[in-house]
């Protein structure tokens, strides 16, 4: 009879821990759960998120605007969020739209932003013309990396050189490192992945040619660099053949990096970008994912945001999509 009564109050037990545990608002590490995906709006489809903590310690998240059903990643403005606590979330956006270049009027993908010289920078790619996707040799399509400048870091941003900072190579996907005093320049560009600039002083132009780092070896198809300091290392990190999230490890911003692989799977066979940032001591991914919400379009794109944890030796631990 013991036996029996102690096996239920064990069940009973181990029922509630169960059912606090599944309405719990932490994580299994403690930390609180995130709201994904990131509430930025009703039907606002946002993509490419560029996250940045600046001195008055709210996080900002610059990324694309896809269109509601658009035709490919035809794109035109960009947009800016800030939040205190990764859950309530204010919209700033439009910060920037093709409309106000005069060098492109399409292809507003993956941004990203710095703060340097008491001033906001927004690195943006933009292009104009069509790809021919069934005959490739008609496409006209180009597409160049622009900078537009701002006091604050939610704009209005202006384009400060009224042009790209180099026509050729074609190049998308920028990426700001600032280390220091200096800024460097990540792209994803044709025939010049895995190259770095550094910018010049007023950030108006790239200081010296593109670069070529050292990899160590492995060059894979690469889209959206995101390159971030931890402690005495720099990560090179990218989707890997537009898809899943690996990453490299340095000791210098140039490089030369070792490749460490995998921290993110791919999922529904589509496209991934990301960044990482530390924010109140805690580092955050932050990605798009392609769901099916609220849309008579099938999936779309919509921000999300996970948690990252570091093993000792500094390299990056798995990360699951939460839901
Ligand atoms: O959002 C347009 C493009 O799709 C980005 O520039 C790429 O990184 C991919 O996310």
Redesign the pocket.
């Known amino acids: 009879m013991l036996n029996i009564v102690i096996k239920i109050i064990f069940t009973v037990f181990i029922v509630l821990m169960v059912i606090s545990c599944s309405h719990s608002d932490k994580d299994k590490h403690g930390l609180p759960k995130l709201i994904n995906p990131l509430q930025f709006g009703h039907k606002l489809r946002t993509?490419?998120p560029s996250a940045h903590v600046w001195n008055d310690g709210k996080i900002y998240v610059y990324t694309?605007h896809d269109q509601e059903c658009q035709e490919d990643?035809w794109?035109k403005d960009w947009y800016a969020f800030s939040s205190s606590d990764l859950t309530n979330w204010e919209n700033h956006g439009p910060i920037l739209s093709v409309d106000e270049l005069t060098w492109a009027d399409n292809y507003a993908?993956?941004p990203d932003a710095a703060y340097k010289n008491g001033k906001y920078y927004f690195v943006f790619?933009a292009g104009t013309g069509h790809k021919d996707r069934l005959v490739p040799k008609n496409s006209t399509k180009w597409m160049g990396i622009g900078i537009a400048e701002s006091d604050s870091p939610t704009g209005p941003f202006k384009d400060m050189i009224g042009g790209p900072l180099w026509e050729t190579p074609y190049a998308?996907?920028p990426a700001i490192l600032v280390d220091g005093d200096e800024a460097y320049l990540y792209v994803h560009a044709k025939g010049y992945d895995y190259h770095i600039a550094k910018m010049s002083e007023n950030m108006r132009s790239i200081d010296g040619e593109l670069t070529k780092m050292d990899m160590g070896g492995y060059e894979p198809k690469m889209?959206?660099p995101w390159v971030f300091k931890r402690g005495d290392y720099y990560y090179y990190t990218m989707?890997e053949n537009?898809r899943v999230l690996t990453y490299y490890m340095a000791t210098s911003p140039k490089g030369p990096w070792e490749y460490k692989g995998l921290f993110m799977e791919q999922e529904n066979e589509s496209?991934n970008?990301h960044s990482i940032v530390e924010y109140n001591g805690q580092w955050l991914l932050f990605y798009h994912r392609w769901l099916d919400i609220d849309s008579d379009c099938g999936r779309q794109r919509h921000s999300a945001v996970e948690y990252l944890h570091f093993n000792p030796d500094g390299t990056i631990k798995p990360v699951k999509r939460s839901e």
């Open positions: 993509a490419d694309s990643f794109m993908w993956a790619p998308n996907d889209e959206g989707p537009n496209n970008h």
